[in-house]
């Protein structure tokens, strides 16, 4: 079955550095788009980037364009988010999804959790 | 781009229906017919519901349906479950690679 395994979150320091990770398995991961999306506690959705399936198109909310870098490694089934610069206001439990076309996610990971806290 | 619009509640009792709107703009959701609907549970990741306005991906009960008029799309959910009991995310194509979610609407089950 289709899974996605996100890890690397954990507690931060403000202007400090996270780098995520998606390990998925159960599908031809190269022919799929992946995004991460984020939630703030308490808080709703917020799709911040997306790779498409061979690595060559990249795109990121404004909120973290300039700061957060997603790559993908298909030899490994893997998706990455370098997030640099980290502020308070990044804390959320980060998601990475599957995006097969439509702008829409039909699988998700189960999080991991960021927290940006001196 | 602000996120889309969606009550902050809705509820209904078991059985009968209920049904949620997303209201955007000419820019996305009246734009594209890029409209996705996302159920998550507490604790838990979101689930695919309804894709591009009023498709059911595989799994999903035929009481779940979405449509679109103008710029607002609409999740209506038919003989309601305990197990609906959830909150509830739009999402919006809006161009240029931009993805919005509404701010989510949490539905109690009487």
């Known amino acids: 079955q289709v899974q996605l395994v996100e890890s690397g979150g954990g507690v931060v320091l403000p202007g400090g550095s996270l780098r995520l990770s998606c390990a998925a398995s159960?599908?031809?991961?190269?022919?799929?788009?992946l995004h991460w999306v984020r939630q703030a506690p308490g808080r709703g959705l917020e799709r911040m980037t997306g790779?498409?399936?061979?690595?060559?198109?990249?795109n990121y909310a404004d909120s973290v364009k300039g700061r957060f870098t997603i790559s993908r490694d298909n030899s490994k089934n893997t998706v990455f988010l370098q997030m640099n610069n980290l502020r308070a206001e990044d804390t959320a439990v980060y998601y990475c999804?599957?995006?097969?076309?439509?702008?829409?996610?039909?699988?998700w990971g189960q999080g991991t959790l960021v927290t940006v806290s001196s | 781009q602000s996120a889309l619009t969606q009550p902050p509640s809705a509820s209904g009792s078991p059985r009968q229906s209920v049904t949620i709107s997303c209201t955007g703009t000419?820019?996305?959701?009246?734009?594209?017919?890029?409209v996705s609907w996302y159920q998550q549970h507490p604790g838990k990741a979101p689930k695919l519901m309804i894709y591009?306005?009023?498709k059911r991906p595989s799994g999903v009960p035929d009481r779940f349906s979405g449509s679109k008029s103008g710029n607002t799309a609409s999740l209506t959910v038919s003989g309601l479950q305990t197990e609906d009991e959830a909150d509830y995310y739009c999402?919006?194509?809006?161009?240029?690679?931009?993805?919005?979610f509404g701010g989510g609407t949490k539905l109690t089950v009487l």
């Open positions: 159960g599908f031809t991961f190269w022919i799929y788009d």
């Open positions: 591009e306005v009023s």
């Open positions: 790779i498409s399936s061979d690595g060559s198109n990249k």
């Open positions: 999402s919006s194509y809006a161009g240029g690679n931009n993805l919005l």
């Open positions: 000419s820019g996305d959701v009246g734009g594209y017919d890029y």
């Open positions: 999804a599957r995006g097969p076309g439509g702008w829409a996610f039909d699988h």
